[in-house]
């Protein structure tokens, strides 16, 4: 494993690719699958790899992970150098389209088929040289270069609103294509629109993270001469050309994709697009199930953490809004609720007595103790407008709040009282899925 990260073609490819995102780091020992996602226990510093160095100490700092697979952020951030940044639209300086392609008996043959579909519909598009294909041991990535966008298109449009879109609107294109295909070679293929704020991605020339298998680039005009040989770790046949664009190249896709898709901060958190597959999910989920996206759930486990810390059921409520819209306003800049919100004001602004304190975790409150954020109060009414009533469209409420409240039970008082531990061990790994499960 070291002797395999130790040479030099494989640490420039992982090196070129990682620079500037913000990296995951898997293990071969762990018992369950961990990432490794901050250089210190604290998670004020996000792992980066920008030179060998970076690899070198990675292999000395984790060494009891015994590190095995690299993985990047699809983003590369303008800094990595302060973490509460890094979930903000104007952290973003660019981002990488990345399909995702699996089949679910792994066939290489079946997987290269359904890229085939991506590609094409991508050059009919225009986009063409800026494209490459990584086969990541299971499946494969179809990817557009970053530097695909002109600075001018990003200048008007999120680099990961773009990035989101263009994806989106080609999957909705081929989606047909896509059921047909896994009918004809019955097998259980799909491609998913995966990009997210923090979604990563396998690095080049990475180790798959079970089989025996390097993560290789190959471009469309290698992908009907592809095979599994290719991604041999003793002799890895891995194309170097990842690295070309053409500047300008997606630019006219975006736009059009941008005039039918809403791009990531306006979509992402109600809509998750997959195409394919016997069964296939509908390219968007149904108009009941997108009445719940991360904001919903995020206040709805907010709430039942409160409720479970203090007991107190009007003010749970009052606090599970409060804090969906603290985190929205944070990732989105208010922009998710029905009404224009203020951001939140700095504590000098607001006397002490009107702070309560939740753990390691403050939130403002109103003079009739309601929690408050940039003016505006949430209360227990409000909760059941925006929170209750759009659960109640997909399940009856009461069964929600019984199922979150068992959910949120489940962990440790010190979690509950930690902010960083509440939002990445409880909200997090359920936000996309919670309440939508059979």
């Not at 369950?32 to 980066?48: G, M």
């Not at 973490?83 to 300086?93: G, V």
Request: hydrophobic share 40%; with cysteine.
């Amino acid at each position: 494993m070291k002797d395999y990260y130790a040479r030099r073609d494989v640490r420039q490819e992982i090196i070129d690719f990682c620079r500037g995102r913000w990296v995951a780091l898997e293990g071969e020992e762990a018992e369950r699958r961990t990432f490794i996602r901050y250089w210190d226990r604290e998670h004020t510093k996000p792992l980066t790899i920008n030179a060998e160095r970076d690899i070198d100490e990675i292999f000395r700092r984790f060494f009891w992970l015994k590190p095995r697979t690299f993985y990047a952020s699809a983003s590369i951030y303008k800094s990595l150098d302060n973490p509460q940044t890094l979930e903000t639209p104007d952290s973003i300086a660019a981002t990488t389209p990345t399909f995702d392609v699996d089949c679910e008996r792994g066939d290489f043959k079946d997987v290269m088929s359904v890229v085939r579909l991506v590609v094409d519909e991508l050059a009919k598009l225009g986009v063409s040289r800026s494209v490459y294909i990584l086969w990541s041991g299971n499946g494969a990535h179809v990817r557009i270069h970053e530097r695909a966008f002109s600075r001018n298109l990003l200048q008007r449009y999120n680099p990961l609103d773009a990035a989101y879109a263009i994806v989106a609107y080609v999957l909705k294109r081929i989606a047909k294509n896509v059921e047909q295909l896994s009918r004809e070679r019955g097998a259980s293929l799909k491609v998913e629109n995966l990009m997210d704020i923090k979604r990563v991605f396998t690095a080049p020339l990475s180790l798959h993270r079970r089989l025996d298998l390097a993560a290789v680039c190959i471009k469309p005009s290698e992908i009907d001469d592809f095979n599994l040989s290719w991604a041999s770790p003793e002799s890895p046949r891995h194309n170097q050309a990842w690295r070309d664009f053409s500047e300008g190249e997606a630019d006219n896709a975006a736009q059009i994709a941008l005039t039918e898709i809403p791009g990531y901060f306006a979509a992402a958190s109600d809509v998750k697009i997959v195409v394919g597959e016997e069964k296939t999910r509908a390219t968007r989920e149904s108009p009941r199930a997108a009445a719940i996206g991360r904001f919903q759930i995020m206040a709805l486990l907010q709430a039942a953490r409160y409720y479970i810390l203090f007991g107190d059921l009007d003010r749970a409520k009052s606090f599970g809004l409060n804090r969906a819209i603290f985190y929205a306003w944070a990732k989105k800049r208010g922009t998710t609720t029905t009404r224009r919100r203020e951001a939140p004001r700095p504590a000098h602004e607001t006397r002490e007595k009107l702070v309560a304190r939740i753990g390691d975790e403050q939130a403002y409150l109103s003079s009739d103790g309601w929690f408050a954020i940039g003016g505006d109060v949430q209360t227990p009414r409000d909760y059941d407008r925006e929170i209750a009533s759009r659960i109640e469209r997909l399940i009856p409420y009461e069964e929600a709040w019984a199922k979150a409240v068992e959910y949120v039970r489940s962990f440790d008082r010190k979690v509950l009282e930690s902010q960083r531990d509440f939002y990445e061990k409880v909200y997090q790994p359920v936000r996309d899925k919670f309440l939508r499960e059979a």
